[in-house]
């Protein structure tokens, strides 16, 4: 099984709304992460979690905060955001050390109004 | 310099014609290299792995040349569901990988 799942598929919010996206695989694989990708760009990492613990923040914003509870699930919790992050906000997971290639979510497509 | 290079495209093919793509990296020292398809808003799908000694799969061949710092994708026998962005995606330590641009590909019946 190599499926990664993401909810929900589509979010609006308003600026001042609380959401949080959510994320899980069941590969065992034990890196997950976090992608923004705006329209006809490339995937742009902002989080990666390994073996439950932060490893990468590519200087995101405080807006954007993630969450990893255990080795399967990891959330994406939003607050205060703006309209530019209205983006495709995608997971990947992949073996912890690399080399390997890392399995997407099929994404969720938020619009921040 | 980009850290990782590809032609944008579009690429035009008629079916059952035989396209490859190029993608150059900046890094030396990067060790691992990969191919992922991505069809208009859905996620990347990892295609093929590349390794030093080239590896195939059915249609699709991938290569790695270390010497030029530049990995390939060939396609044989296009078909219309080959119709997507092909992105080249290079390992950058542990768990950084570097996104290329991508290269659209468009297969004509």
């Known amino acids: 099984d190599t499926e990664v799942t993401q909810t929900p598929k589509h979010l609006v919010m308003g600026m001042t709304n609380k959401k949080s996206l959510k994320c899980e695989q069941h590969?065992?694989?034990?890196?997950m992460y976090w992608y923004k990708q705006k329209a006809k760009k490339p995937p742009e990492l902002m989080f990666v979690?390994?073996?439950?613990?932060?490893?990468i923040n590519e200087s995101v914003p405080s807006r954007f905060s993630p969450e990893c509870p255990n080795s399967s699930l990891l959330n994406l919790h939003l607050h205060a955001l703006q309209p530019e992050d209205s983006a495709l906000y995608l997971c990947?997971?992949?073996?912890?050390?690399?080399?390997?290639?890392?399995?997407f979510g099929p994404g969720t497509r938020l619009t921040v109004t | 310099r980009k850290e990782v290079e590809q032609d944008p495209g579009p690429f035009n093919v008629p079916e059952g014609a035989t396209v490859a793509f190029n993608c150059t990296y900046s890094?030396?020292?990067?060790?691992?290299f990969f191919w992922y398809r991505q069809d208009c808003r859905k996620e990347p799908k990892l295609l093929m792995s590349?390794?030093?000694s080239g590896n195939e799969d059915g249609r699709f061949t991938a290569q790695l040349n270390r010497a030029s710092q530049y990995i390939s994708l060939l396609i044989r026998d296009s078909k219309l569901s080959d119709s997507a962005t092909y992105l080249c995606?290079?390992?950058?330590?542990?768990?950084?990988?570097?996104f290329g641009t991508g290269t659209r590909l468009k297969v004509l019946a």
């Open positions: 995606v290079v390992g950058a330590g542990t768990y950084k990988y570097i």
């Open positions: 979690y390994s073996y439950e613990k932060l490893s």
């Open positions: 590349v390794y030093s």
């Open positions: 590969m065992g694989h034990r890196a």
């Open positions: 990947a997971s992949s073996q912890a050390l690399g080399g390997t290639g890392q399995y």
């Open positions: 890094n030396s020292a990067s060790q691992s």
